[in-house]
């Protein structure tokens, strides 16, 4: 019986690969074509036979964004209890945090592609769905109540949160908020103040749940 060996990733996937670790690392304006393929060691002519043009290339990246932000969205219905929308944020936000290069240049990117600009305006609509189910399930769970007055106030705030924190650990700390070594204290932070905005309505199981969570207060503070 012949050995299987395992199939090399194809150049297209790789560029892909290189290019999301770069624009993490460095941002969207400080990444070309040219370093991508440095980094790579192929020529700018093979990456421009895979993506003709830098826009083409963010693109596809964006693909593998929406697809795995979709995959997370998609359970929220089965959120009942403040643990489950803990695990469900903390997963929205490891999407963010595996493409934050989109949420740090974000204004940007919106500003200059228009396939960007239609496209993450329907995310923010599903990430609002998926929200408000959510927050449906922690009702039905009575783990919370809320007015109905209140709901879609509340639900917009939970997405703004859940789509820009990121772009404020960054302002806080340019140097250093978005690197690797980060990755599992930022997070925690994230979900805790975004669940924190839940506190008001939270019946007081969940209420002590959510504080129990709250993350470690760093020795010193940014100015």
Known sequence: MQ????KPRRTAERILDAALELLNRFGEPNVSTTLIASELGISPGNLYYHYPA???LINALYERYEQ???????TAPDVDSLEAAWHFFQQLFEVAWQYR??????????SKNRMLEARFQAVLERKG???EAVVDGLVRAHAMTIAPAERAPLVQCLVV????????????????????????ATLARAVYHLLTLLQPYLGEPARQQLQARAPARPT???P
């Open 3 to 6: 050995s299987q060996t395992k």
């Open 54 to 56: 830098k826009e083409t």
């Open 68 to 74: 795995a932000l979709a995959e997370r969205l998609g």
């Open 101 to 110: 290069f989109l949420y740090r240049d974000l204004n940007d990117l919106l």
């Open 129 to 131: 769905r998926a929200v």
């Open 161 to 184: 949160v859940a789509s820009h924190w990121l772009n404020h650990e960054y302002a806080r700390d340019p140097r250093h908020a978005l690197e690797p070594e980060r990755a599992e």
């Open 220 to 222: 010193a503070q940014l």
